[in-house]
């Protein structure tokens, strides 16, 4: 997927729309960087396909608030399996 930045672009956007999932979680699905997910999905989608990027946004931004909590979990399990 890494030639064709609008085509990955739009898929990386619906994958997350339709899982709830985070960039990390999109770029391992698609076999690129974070940070090429982010690019894709908070500058190229704005141009491609505006409808499409504020679904993404809204994804994204329930991710955002709930990241600390995430990490938390995973602090947690991590020193659950250590022990």
Same mark, same amino acid.
């Given at each position: 997927m890494k030639g064709m930045p609008e085509e =990955?672009? *739009? &898929?990386?956007?619906e994958y997350i729309i339709e899982n709830g #999932?985070? *960039?990390r979680a999109?770029? /391992?699905k698609f076999g690129? +960087? /974070?940070s090429t997910v982010h690019k894709? *999905? +908070?500058? =190229? &989608?704005a141009k491609i396909n505006p409808? &499409?990027?504020?679904? *993404? =946004?809204v994804v994204l931004d329930k991710n955002k608030q709930e990241r600390h909590l995430r990490g938390g979990k #995973?602090? /947690?399990? /991590?020193?659950? =399996?250590l022990r």
């Open positions: =990955r672009t *739009v &898929l990386a956007a #999932a985070t *960039v999109a770029a /391992k690129v +960087s /974070k894709d *999905v +908070s500058e =190229r &989608l409808k &499409l990027f504020e679904e *993404v =946004r #995973a602090t /947690k399990e /991590k020193y659950a =399996r």
